[in-house]
């Protein structure tokens, strides 16, 4: 079983910047598949980020690109998402997501995480 809880969420001005942690229990930690993604009232869950075991190869998508990074600490179980020039739609509820497999490409669909954390909530201002 592979528990994640986040943290780092809360209200920011746009233009700024906020870091948000996942910390994932696990002794495979180094092996698995992270992503991030977020979701707003009313509509699906949606990719955000993903890096593989290695930390060796990441995705963002589109909407995200050149602002947000995804890493990795294998020593701290943690990875992180480093958000800069955040946007008012860019406010969401950040989920963090495992994959215990170890990919060559880290996945963007949410079937292919099968463990979740609770999710920690971006706010930003406009």
């Known amino acids: 079983q592979v528990q994640l809880v986040e943290s780092g969420g809360g209200l920011v001005q746009a233009g700024g910047s906020l870091r948000l942690s996942c910390a994932a229990s696990?002794?495979?930690?180094?092996?698995?598949?992270l992503g991030w993604f977020r979701q707003t009232p009313g509509k699906e869950r949606e990719f955000v980020a993903a890096i593989t075991w290695s930390g060796g190869s990441t995705y963002n998508a589109d909407s995200v690109k050149g602002r947000f990074t995804i890493s990795r600490d294998n020593a701290k179980n943690t990875v992180y998402l480093q958000m800069n020039s955040l946007k008012p739609e860019d406010t969401a509820v950040y989920y963090c997501a495992a994959d215990p497999l170890p990919k060559k490409y880290p996945s963007t669909a949410t079937t292919m995480y099968p463990y979740w954390g609770q999710g920690t909530q971006v706010t930003v201002s406009s």
């Open positions: 696990g002794r495979t930690f180094s092996s698995y598949t």
